[in-house]
């Protein structure tokens, strides 16, 4: 057995031998403090997307369930600009479901935030972030979607086009969550080359904003995806290397990739890459409860099932993002 094998062979049974007294370790650990990764779901995207309206009256009662303080409400504006599909009043419909996630926010302002969403290749997506700015709802922060709006980092007029974008939110202090990875459907490429492109063009831009990495750089449900790992070793790597300039504003949310469906190999890669970035790095998160996403208090058992120790799981319950302080 080489030495790599060996390595996931011990990972495997500590995690076996951890997990059994999980429920009495998750009874031991507060909820999560703040829901990173959530969404709301107006009529209009809800037809366009095929699924159910969500409001922030739905968000806070899945919240009050896992008895969580916050949340982030994630506009999917950027739904609007996906490539082949644009309506002829694009910007329309996206400036109207941003304001639409705006109002669900404000609904309940000591416990939501607000982050507009936009196809960040547009040519309105600078006028967006301007223009969401001035909404006191919306002003903290941008969702985008790299898969959603093909969006490719080995690209170089789309990186032009996203260190536009990158000045502006930097310039207006809008953080940002980004889902990294690239289009499934089209098949884009996905792995170092694009990890060191977002490390060496794009993060120097942003020194006084907060990047949230989605999906710990995958999408989920699960983290069964034959490229993320090669993505997140470039990726981590340059965030641990001290000469990466803004490094410290990288963090990573387990959004649906801690799953019930993950093999115990992929759970042992799980656990590992959390203990690789550090625990002080890690956000929860949950997402929409649509398909087999699962609903925050279970997404937050499901964590705990991992093997960690209750130091690092008291660790990333207690994080929050810098936007949300």
Not at 77 to 91: D, F, I, K, L, M
Not at 109 to 126: E, I, T
Not at 163 to 188: D, E, G, P, T
Not at 254 to 274: G, K, M, Y
Request: a positive charge; glycine letters at 6%.
């Amino acid at each position: 057995m080489d030495r790599s094998s060996t390595l996931l062979s011990l990972t495997l049974s500590l995690i076996v031998f951890t997990v059994g007294a999980s429920g009495q370790l998750a009874r031991n650990i507060p909820p999560p403090r703040a829901d990173h990764h959530q969404h709301v779901f107006s009529p209009d995207v809800a037809k366009l997307q095929g699924v159910t309206t969500i409001t922030a009256r739905d968000v806070i009662a899945d919240l009050d369930a896992a008895g969580i303080e916050r949340a982030v409400l994630l506009s999917t504006a950027y739904a609007w600009g996906r490539p082949g599909r644009e309506p002829q009043n694009e910007y329309e419909m996206v400036k109207a479901t941003n304001d639409w996630v705006g109002e669900q926010a404000a609904l309940y302002p000591k416990r939501l935030v607000g982050f507009c969403g936009f196809n960040p290749l547009k040519d309105y997506a600078v006028a967006e972030i301007e223009r969401c700015s001035r909404i006191p709802a919306l002003l903290r922060g941008i969702k985008f979607h790299v898969g959603n709006s093909d969006v490719q980092m080995e690209n170089p007029r789309h990186l032009e086009k996203l260190k536009a974008v990158f000045r502006a939110a930097n310039a207006k202090r809008m953080s940002m969550v980004i889902h990294m990875r690239a289009s499934f459907s089209l098949n884009r490429p996905y792995g170092a080359e694009q990890a060191r492109a977002f490390i060496e063009h794009l993060l120097p831009l942003a020194p006084d904003i907060t990047i949230q990495i989605a999906h710990l750089g995958s999408s989920g449900p699960g983290y069964d995806d034959p490229k993320v790992d090669a993505f997140m070793d470039a990726l981590v790597a340059g965030v641990q290397d001290p000469q990466v300039k803004n490094r410290r504003n990288v963090w990573f949310d387990l959004t649906t990739i801690v799953h019930p469906t993950n093999t115990p190999e992929r759970s042992a890669v799980v656990w590992r890459r959390i203990r690789q970035i550090g625990p002080d790095r890690i956000l929860y998160g949950s997402d929409a409860p649509f398909g087999s996403n699962q609903r925050p208090k279970d997404a937050w058992a499901e964590i705990a099932k991992l093997g960690l120790t209750e130091k690092e799981l008291r660790s990333i319950a207690g994080n929050r993002a810098p936007y949300m302080r």
